[in-house]
């Protein structure tokens, strides 16, 4: 019988409980690196949910570097957490501050102006609106600005209006309450269904203010055809949003 044979024979013996089992020889290295998995292992399950207090408290039982490490993960992923929630509120700013607080910003996040002047009610409806929208959606930026010092004789009848920025550019206005979704019954959920599917807000920020054409066609093609249009303006010249 050969050697294989014989080696294969042993085994369905040992199978069958006539031999006893093989010896298995472990290395020192094999050894070391069950036991750093094991070590592994146990921190994962331990510090893997960690706050930065806890990871604090837990300094002197375990090992300096593997504690470090879960600290920079933990500061970075609150990093990157609060750069997401910039904004979480409606500012009010005045004309000199559009190309900065809007055409600018817009490069980086997507921005919503309202448009408003106060004493329409259309105006403080939407207002309302967008104060509960903007906590929630804090990686969108939202402002307001009274509509006649924005674009001087704006007309009433146009307001409220609103303006929405990417790519450092226009791309779509709602204007007059009849424009919105529901009309002077617009809701908050309506509103933000809007902006969510054309990729304003709930976690697509930026995304839409940073990528290309591609990104804008395909949104527009599954956006909703609300009355989506150009502000009426006494002064036919889109430089009044520059």
């Not at 949910?49 to 470090?68: F, H, P, Q, T, Y």
């Not at 949104?219 to 010249?237: F, G, L, M, Q």
Request: overall charge negative; hydrophobic content about 35%.
């Amino acid at each position: 019988m050969s050697g294989q044979e014989d080696t294969e024979w042993n085994d369905v013996l040992r199978a069958k409980g006539i031999l006893p089992p093989k010896e298995i020889t472990v290395t020192e290295d094999e050894l070391n690196a069950l036991v750093d998995q094991s070590v592994v292992d146990y921190h994962e399950k331990k510090l893997a949910n960690a706050s930065l207090d806890e990871l604090d408290e837990l300094e002197d039982d375990e090992d300096d570097r593997v504690l470090e490490m879960y600290r920079r993960k933990r500061v970075l992923e609150m990093q990157e957490a609060a750069s997401r929630r910039r904004f979480g509120e409606v500012i009010q700013i005045s004309k000199p501050d559009f190309v900065r607080e809007v055409t600018e910003a817009s490069k980086d996040v997507w921005v919503v102006v309202h448009l408003f002047k106060d004493g329409i009610p259309a105006c403080r409806l939407i207002n309302a609106i967008l104060a509960t929208l903007a906590p929630k959606h804090a990686e969108t930026k939202f402002l307001k600005i009274v509509g006649d010092q924005c674009i001087p004789g704006y007309p009433d009848r146009n307001m409220p209006t609103l303006v929405v920025y990417g790519h450092g550019e226009m791309k779509f206005q709602l204007v007059g309450i009849q424009s919105f979704p529901g009309g002077q019954g617009c809701r908050v959920q309506d509103l933000e269904q809007l902006l969510k599917l054309r990729g304003v807000i709930e976690g697509r920020a930026g995304a839409g203010a940073t990528g290309g054409k591609e990104d804008d066609d395909e949104e527009d093609a599954h956006a909703p055809r609300y009355n989506v249009r150009r502000a009426e303006k006494d002064e036919d010249s889109d430089s009044d949003w520059d």
